[in-house]
């Protein structure tokens, strides 16, 4: 069963492009350097500026808990996205 996450993030429209930037690098490094992760796409939300919906989905949980350990989530998500974020809503799911 592959494990998914979906999440909602929304910052302030000045600080869109930061996000933004960070969230197209991450796109570029998790599938190359993630054995466990399966797709990692990042959409930005027509007419609603700074507002992001990502979609990840991994082999299981692990990988998904191990995706949260790597340098590069650290150093672009952890660092950068969250700290500019008003408000971020996180689901997860498994495939039926």
């Given amino acids: 069963m592959a ?7 929304q910052c302030s429209p000045a600080d869109a492009d930061t996000v933004r930037d960070a969230l197209r690098k991450m796109r ?5 350097s993630e054995p466990a992760n399966l797709a990692y796409e ?4 027509v007419d609603q500026p ?16 191990a995706h949260k350990e790597t340098d590069h989530f650290a150093e672009l ?6 700290p500019l974020l008003k408000e ?9």
Avoid at 42 to 45: G, R, W
Avoid at 53 to 61: F, H
Avoid at 88 to 96: C, G, P, S, Y
Wanted: hydrophobic residues 45%.
């Fill in 3 to 9: 494990f998914a996450v979906v999440a909602q993030y």
């Fill in 28 to 32: 570029e490094l998790v599938p190359s």
């Fill in 42 to 45: 990042a959409h930005e939300v």
């Fill in 50 to 65: 700074g507002a992001f919906v990502l979609y990840e989905r991994y082999t299981d949980r692990a990988g998904f808990e």
């Fill in 77 to 82: 998500i952890r660092g950068t996205v969250f």
């Fill in 88 to 96: 971020r809503t996180i689901t997860f799911t498994e495939t039926v």
